[in-house]
């Protein structure tokens, strides 16, 4: 059985993680990382080595970057979009490629080729062009076409024999957290164990300033920690103190003299109603008699 009959039908139907059709989303997610690129890499000319439905190739296209696909599934190039599909052609990425491109990408596919064929395939990206887009997944064994998953550093390894290195000012994570820019560079090795340890160098140091930044805030939450405990004690206290009032109010109110004082109390409100002339003139005759008594007693 040829690799081209594993990735049928079926395969863009389940293998994608969602149906890979011609729809919105697949769609903008190519668009997006075609405008990266172009705003990256400025090419002139693109391949795209395993180019399935074509979307990339498309969006490329789309904005004005003569782009060509290959492909070894067939059922993949015969449902190219129609406008797109005189750009692609079935064939093997290890196979020599008609011309050499400013820049190709290769995104996700390796991993679907065995070994040996996987660093062939390397050899011949390299022969046609000096820059190449790459993602292979380092961790995906579950799926039944990957042959061939590797770690980054093997990749790096095998692109560096045919003198392509990291491009370490060129982020591409905007497509995987694993993709890379492989640059050809004509440098001498000191002046590339410069380059690397220059990056080495930063990636180093906001790695630690992270952690430190990671341990004060720990530091920070455990402080603040110690104070919620502290609050949550003293309104434990508060409420204790609450309950106890209650008790001490609720007996109270239960005594038969603070009965007797209450219905005093609403007497006195229902004889003598409060800011009513009675109150007035009791008030008089209260402050009469006290100037009276303080008389008497000189």
Same mark, same amino acid.
């Given at each position: *059985? ?16 969602? !149906? ?14 075609? /405008? ?37 599934? @067939?059922?993949?190039?015969? #449902? ?17 490629? !008609?011309? @050499? ?18 660093? /062939? ?20 064994? /579950?799926?039944? &076409? ?37 640059? /050809?560079?004509?440098?001498? #090795? !000191? ?16 790695? &630690? ?7 004060? *805030? ?13 609050? *949550? ?18 007996? %109270? ?8 004082? &209450?219905?005093?109390?609403? %007497? ?31």
């Amino acid at each position: *059985m040829s690799s081209s009959s594993f990735f049928d039908k079926y395969y863009y139907d389940h293998g994608c993680g969602r !149906p890979y059709e011609r729809d919105e989303g697949w769609l903008n997610f190519f668009d997006e990382i075609a /405008k990266r690129i172009i705003q990256e890499s400025e090419p002139k000319t693109v391949l795209d080595a395993g180019c399935a439905l074509g979307f990339l190739v498309e969006s490329f296209r789309k904005h004005g970057v003569e782009a060509f696909g290959v492909d070894i599934s @067939k059922f993949a190039i015969e #449902n190219v979009y129609a406008d797109i599909k005189p750009y692609c052609w079935v064939g093997s990425v290890s196979e020599p490629f !008609p011309q @050499k491109y400013d820049l190709i990408t290769c995104i996700e596919v390796l991993e679907h080729l065995a070994q040996p064929e996987s660093e /062939k395939a390397i050899a011949n990206l390299c022969a046609h062009t000096n820059e190449i887009i790459f993602s292979s997944t380092p961790f995906d064994y /579950k799926e039944s &076409t990957h042959f061939n998953v590797q770690p980054p550093e093997y990749w790096a390894e095998q692109f560096a024999r045919y003198g392509f290195y990291r491009d370490l000012e060129s982020d591409m994570s905007f497509i995987t957290s694993w993709a890379v820019k492989f640059v /050809k560079i004509n440098r001498s #090795n !000191p002046r590339l164990v410069r380059e690397y340890e220059r990056k080495f160098w930063y990636l180093w140091k906001e790695n &630690t300033d992270l952690r430190s930044l990671s341990v004060k *805030m720990r530091q920070d939450l455990s402080e603040q920690a110690d104070q919620v405990r502290i609050l *949550m004690q003293q309104n434990e206290v508060i409420e204790q103190s609450m309950q106890a009032l209650t008790a001490q109010v609720t007996e %109270i109110k239960g005594n038969r003299d603070w009965k007797l004082v &209450t219905v005093i109390c609403k %007497i006195r409100m229902w004889l003598i109603p409060r800011g009513s002339y009675r109150e007035f003139l009791i008030k008089k005759v209260w402050y009469g008699m006290k100037k009276l008594g303080k008389g008497n007693t000189l």
